[in-house]
């Protein structure tokens, strides 16, 4: 959080992300996927549909710029935690696991 923000403002959104990310999770494991492969690259078409259902079941969705904001930093996460991408397993539940494993777990 930035200096300016008053610290009242700081624990509804850190329940938030939370929330966020446990419904990301949730869509990314269970939801309908098109993967696709262009070039050298796999092209993950489904991605941003599992952002904004996640959202949209969130019992305090975030505001659309925030979430446009957020998606720079998901995708820079997925990047960052998918070393060898493979066309034959889904990225999206690839990155659900690694979000069920390290971020949503309660243990």
């Not at 700081?10 to 996927?33: C, V």
Request: positive net charge; contains cysteine; charged residues 20%.
């Amino acid at each position: 959080m930035s200096n300016q923000t008053p610290l009242s403002a700081e624990y509804p959104l850190t329940l938030q992300a939370i929330d966020f990310f446990e419904k990301l999770r949730d869509e990314l494991l269970n939801g309908p996927h098109h993967q696709y492969i262009r070039r050298n690259r796999i092209c993950v078409g489904c991605f941003i549909r599992h952002v904004r259902e996640a959202n949209r079941k969130m019992s305090m969705p975030l505001n659309p710029y925030i979430l446009n904001r957020a998606m720079i930093h998901v995708t820079a996460f997925i990047h960052a935690v998918i070393n060898h991408p493979n066309a034959e397993r889904s990225v999206c539940v690839e990155v659900g696991e690694i979000l069920d494993r390290r971020y949503c777990s309660t243990d």
